[in-house]
C-alpha cells in the first residue's frame, strides 16, 4: 500500500510514481492490473487529483502504465510481442483461478507440471 508523507521534502507526486514502479517492480501490481481512477486514487491518499494525475501522465511516459480510454489505467505489458502474450495469458490464469477461488499455491504447481510436460500431483 502507498502511503504519502506530507511532512517528506519529496514531493507527493514523486512518493506516488516512486510507489507505484515499486508496486510494479515487486510484482505486487501484476501487468494488466487496473489502476484506481485519478479522483479515487486521491481521495484515498488525502492528495489532490492534480498530483496523482502528473504522477500517471509521468509513469505513462516511461511505458509503465497506459490508459486506454473511458476504460481506465492499466499497468502496462512487456514490450515485446511474445511477452506481451504470455503476460496477458498470466493475467487471465490469474483472474480465472481467483474468480474460481482456488488456491494460488495449487494453480501454480499445476502450472509448473505443465511446463514440465508432467501431471500435477493432487491436492492434499
Do not use: C, K
Not at 5 to 28: H, I, M, N, Y
Not at 60 to 79: C, H, K, L, Q, Y
Amino acid at each position: 500500500m502507498i502511503v504519502i508523507d506530507p511532512s517528506s521534502p519529496v514531493p507527493p507526486f514523486e512518493q506516488l510514481r516512486a510507489g507505484l514502479v515499486d508496486a510494479v517492480t515487486s510484482g505486487e501490481l501484476a501487468p494488466g492490473a487496473r489502476l484506481p481512477t485519478v479522483r479515487r486514487l486521491a481521495e484515498d491518499l488525502g492528495i489532490a487529483p492534480g498530483t496523482v494525475a502528473r504522477a500517471y501522465r509521468e509513469l505513462e511516459a516511461s511505458g509503465i502504465i497506459e490508459t486506454r480510454g473511458r476504460n481506465g489505467t492499466f499497468v502496462s505489458f512487456d514490450a515485446d510481442p511474445a511477452r506481451q502474450q504470455l503476460q496477458r495469458a498470466a493475467a487471465a490464469f490469474a483472474a480465472q483461478v481467483r474468480d474460481l477461488r482456488l488456491d494460488a499455491d495449487e494453480a501454480l504447481a499445476m502450472v509448473t507440471a505443465a511446463l514440465r510436460g508432467g501431471e500435477p500431483s493432487p491436492a492434499p
